[in-house]
């Protein structure tokens, strides 16, 4: 169990992690972050847990994951940007993550759109963006991550698709060392996203992404649509060159067409 003076020590950023609250067991940290939100907590905020009993993903999915081996972290943010340019805070994360996960374990990261990391060809690490928007734009963000580091086992349904560090990089993971990588890389980056300058972001994840120029698929909840996977919409949304022409999609399961 994390305590958060020890995850605070050393730290020595400027935004990201100033305030971090710390729980053996919360519902979701997400849930947790955008309480935190609402009440006017200063950006930078961290909720950190060793276990989730409602641990959420996309589309209302849950986020199942080994107490004491993991990292589920939420991170608040109040950048001033546009709320058409709100999406593009799930590829900061993404690249944040990835940069932090390279530099602790030397293993090649890939982005894959819309919010997951992959080891291998495995997920590893998913992002959950909430945004609240009011009237007169972004009001605050939600950045939720879920890191598999040390799990060894998963569910049967998830065996083929899921991994964690310790499977692809054949050792164990210091968690308190790997989060505040994470924090620092995040930090990092935030200067230039709390501007709305998401340009270098955009586009080291986009180097990250393998799918472009590949045929797939995307599975929305009422529809399939498949087509070649062109590039990022300057809003984060994938373009796609379809039989009928080109369109972009937000949301969506993706699978590339082998």
């Not at 805070?89 to 819309?114: N, Q």
Request: charged fraction near 20%; aromatic fraction near 6%.
């Amino acid at each position: 169990m994390f305590s958060k003076e020890e995850l605070q020590q050393g730290l020595n950023t400027r935004t990201i992690g100033t305030k971090i609250f710390v729980f053996e067991t919360i519902d979701s940290t997400n849930a947790c972050a955008k309480t935190l939100g609402d009440a006017g907590t200063e950006e930078g905020s961290v909720v950190v847990a060793e276990f989730q009993t409602n641990g959420r993903g996309r589309h209302g999915r849950s986020w199942i994951a080994d107490p004491g081996v993991n990292l589920l972290l939420s991170v608040l943010l109040r950048p001033v940007i546009p709320k058409d340019l709100a999406g593009l805070l799930t590829l900061y994360a993404s690249v944040a993550i990835a940069r932090a996960v390279e530099k602790a374990s030397g293993c090649p990261i890939e982005c894959k759109w819309p919010n997951d990391l992959l080891l291998n060809g495995k997920k590893f690490c998913g992002i959950l963006l909430e945004n609240t928007i009011q009237q007169s734009g972004l009001s605050y963000s939600v950045i939720g991550a879920g890191v598999n580091v040390n799990q060894t086992a998963f569910p049967p349904e998830l065996e083929q698709r899921a991994t964690s560090l310790a499977r692809e990089c054949s050792t164990t993971y210091d968690r308190k060392e790997l989060l505040q990588r994470i924090l620092r890389e995040m930090d990092s980056l935030y200067d230039d996203v709390r501007l709305g300058k998401l340009d270098r972001v955009s586009k080291e994840w986009a180097n990250r992404c393998t799918m472009f120029g590949q045929l797939v698929t995307v599975e929305q909840h009422d529809r399939t649509i498949s087509g070649v996977a062109v590039k990022l919409h300057y809003d984060g949304g994938l373009v796609l060159e379809t039989p009928t022409g080109t369109t972009t999609v937000y949301a969506g399961d993706v699978t590339v067409v082998v």
